[in-house]
């Protein structure tokens, strides 16, 4: 890519970039106002809070990184980069959960449950909503944390001679079990910690992105169904009473496409950011686009759900308008 792509495309990155600082933050203070008027917080509205907190953490962390890669200073002087991989891998992880969970939120609100299993989750989701938050936290940092040991066993075993043989005078006597768990834990563990990275990033990608995004799958095509039979339904009802039941179903499975859609795009960009790491080219600045896009783009879907949330915004946008007419008048007079 030119020079004036490559600032065209930073250009806009940076926009988006800011644009989820600004609508993300205003969910949080919003979520955080009405908490402190009526406490405690309704499950949506938890959920809410804590997509726009992770969004904005996200958001902190690629500018922390970005700032790495820039100044030399910084990255001569310590490593991190396992460390970004572990928080972005919790990030990542705990935002395909938190969808789920929308996306189940969504499901259980609009059906009309016959299956006891489903009675009972409907009933039951509100109650669990704050501890599914919680465990999907815990969960989620814990399959995340062993990505600090993607290790090199080549640099760890430079690691581990520049250490023996720098460290220790010649003339030190050196016991012989010591040698030998340093020799496991120097060169053979960070080996064995290499070769097993495959597996689990196939485990830790099955239960973080899987198994979230195919329960917001069948969530998704179960409540499409159920409007479906819903909409057959009020063509033989001739009073047509439930049409503003439908708008509000039809609303929330628009925000469940839409959340579907968006985790779809974040999976695609891990995707294009393998290829590139693999066989290089501009596709990673695809990737870059469609991961800082994420909180901005997730950021909209939440607003447009939420009557509150618009309802807020729409009074800013009114109160913005006020004040440039009376600027505008001012200037005039």
């Known amino acids: 890519m030119n020079s004036d792509g490559s600032v065209v495309l930073l250009s806009f990155l940076l926009m988006v970039t800011l644009i989820g600082f600004i609508l993300n933050s205003a969910i949080f203070f919003s979520m955080v106002t009405e908490w402190l008027k009526r406490p405690p917080l309704k499950p949506y509205d938890q959920i809410y809070f804590t997509m726009a907190l992770v969004n904005l953490s996200f958001l902190c962390t690629m500018c922390v990184i970005i700032l790495w890669q820039f100044v030399p200073v910084l990255s001569s002087t310590f490593d991190a980069s396992s460390y970004f991989y572990v928080i972005l891998f919790f990030q990542f992880y705990y935002s395909y959960w938190l969808s789920a969970w929308l996306c189940v939120y969504y499901f259980t609100s609009i059906i009309n449950p016959v299956q006891r299993f489903f009675a009972w989750l409907k009933r039951s989701f509100s109650e669990f909503a704050p501890k599914l938050i919680l465990v999907s936290a815990v969960g989620s940092l814990t399959i995340s944390l062993p990505a600090i040991w993607k290790l090199s066993p080549e640099k760890q075993n430079k690691t581990y001679e520049n250490i023996n043989s720098s460290h220790f005078a010649p003339d030190y006597y050196i016991d012989p079990v010591y040698q030998i768990i340093s020799t496991s834990l120097g060169c053979f563990l960070p080996f064995v910690l290499s070769s097993l990275y495959p597996v689990y990033l196939l485990i830790s990608s099955c239960l973080g992105c899987f198994i979230p995004f195919t329960l917001s799958s069948l969530c998704l095509g179960y409540t499409l169904m159920h409007i479906l039979s819903h909409v057959c339904r009020i063509k033989f009802n001739s009073s047509g009473s439930a049409r503003p039941n439908l708008q509000a179903h039809a609303r929330a499975a628009r925000t ?12 695609l960009a891990q995707a294009f950011q393998f290829v590139s790491s693999k066989v290089g080219g501009d596709i990673s600045l695809l990737s870059s686009f469609l991961t800082l896009s994420f909180p901005a783009a997730q950021a909209l879907i939440i607003i447009q759900s939420s009557a509150k949330l618009r309802q807020r915004f729409q009074f800013l946008g ?10 505008g008048l001012h ?3």
Request: charged residues 15%.
């Open 318 to 327: 009114h109160f913005g308008n006020v004040c440039n007419e009376k600027a």
């Open 331 to 333: 200037r005039k007079s």
């Open 256 to 267: 469940m496409i839409w959340i579907f859609l968006l985790s779809l795009s974040l999976h």
